[in-house]
């Protein structure tokens, strides 16, 4: 992990409140692995204070995307630096998927509900890479909400939609629409990123179904390197649940790690 | 070339930029980041005799040029963090600080008798101020006489320097640190957090688990000065000044306000070579105005 202060925005698009933005920092971007994220400073001032976390969306040699919508203070000013501007960014951090585990020749299953989709496509690639056969899943509640199915499809991966009002793909939750896809296919894993109760009903869906999972969680990041400690949820750590820290340990855990929130 | 050091009597810093507990981890967090022998001195994460749990989550909130958080001290125990960090931090040239918790003497006690007979450490700084270990907030610092009774208590089982970190949630800090010079403290830090809140107006509850936690950030950086300034001008025991410390010209402010050395904490989470920069910019300042040594502005405040 470093931290690069100059990362120069050389590209950026938006569709409505959702920004994808290019980033150039090699040393960065060298070494990324899906499920991974940056911190990203959003102004040099003391407010708003803290770095805002992303998952890493894409990857070259030289460059790293963040994909986002805006959900506050923050990520409303990000979304207004323009191409050619500069951004103060720290990473990789945690651990990121594991896609050394997904057998070759195998269809493996990717969930992603409205911006949780982010990480999906570099895990995508990867898994493509390892030969893998990715079947990506993406649920929004309106066609306007997946603003990526464009770049997914362009790309040429297997991918299928689901929106909450049917303006795209079949209607209703992205986890009901898995539950159905599941009967036609044979998955060996499932990997998953979203709103924490759809995440909640994929693993459900998988344990029934004995698929090993995996889920990128979220939470209220402070620093996003281990130092802090104010990220941390229950995790099973060797079998016994204790608060564990979601930037060092995660943000991607398996299945049966995870001890789930009760509901609010 | 100019004298960056601090002699804090009991201990000679190599410059008056002391990361602080609680935003520094056990330390090596940071090495990834820079050679940590650059820094005057580091205090690690609080430790309590045994491994503690901590709070649960929500734990942070960040608030208007601040944060807040309600971590409740979670931690490895003096036990692992002697066997598996302490001999990693002995390469370091810098001073290395143990902070000390407890929720009761006796555990004090039994850190600090645990601690002692590791090497490597040099001087412990007793946590009695961490405003998240109950509902209320109450903490020993909190009290004089609850303040004179733990610190001389620690200071008769301590081989070592010990320096007692006060809370800002008191009407007259001075008198708490004078009851803690009284009791043989080797120095003063001040201040730990601000006993503070936020409210989710959309469920109508308390964003953190705990309700209250400590406020921290640039927030509080001109009360912790005024109580630094406060409490400075009537101890004689050294005062190590902190509270939103980001950069070079807000550690002057304490260090002309009557500190000797300085902690910067939150900073550390946003800009993890936040305590070098510090040091480059004070650097930078006396060069400016001619300072060959930087004791000359400790306490030059003309007020």
Redesign the interface.
Known sequence: ???DPRARIVDKKSWGNYFLLSLESPLIASKSFSGQFVMV?VSPH??????RPFSIHSKDENHIEIFFKIAGTGTALLSQKKSGESLDI?GPLGKGFSTGQAVEGREVALVGGGRGIAPLYLLARELRTCRALPKIFYGGKSLKDLPLKDKFEREGFEISFSTDDGSCGYRGLVSDFLQAELEKLSVSRIFACGPEAMMKKVCLIAQARNIPAEFSLE?????G?????????RIRNNGKA??VKICEEGPVFPAEDIIWQEE? | MIDLSVDLGFIKLKNPVIASSGTFGYGLEFAPFFDLSQLGAFVVKGLYFCAKEGNPPPRLVETSSGLLNAVGLQGIGVQRFSEEILPKLRKFETAIIVNVCGESEEEYASAVDFLNRQKGISAYELNISCPNLRRDGLCPALDSEATFSVVSLVKNRSSRPVITKLSPNVTDIARIAISAQEAGTDAVSLVNTFLAMAVDVDSRKPVLSNVFGGLSGPAIKPIALRMVYQVAKQLKIPVIGMGGIFSGKDALEFLIAGAKAVGVGTANLIDPKAALRIIEELKDYCQEKGIKKIEEIIGSIRA
């Open positions: 992990m470093i931290v400073r003391p407010y708003p204070l803290l770095r720290l939470s209220q990041l402070g620093c390197f281990g130092v802090c400690w104010g990220c941390v949820r204790a608060w609010k």
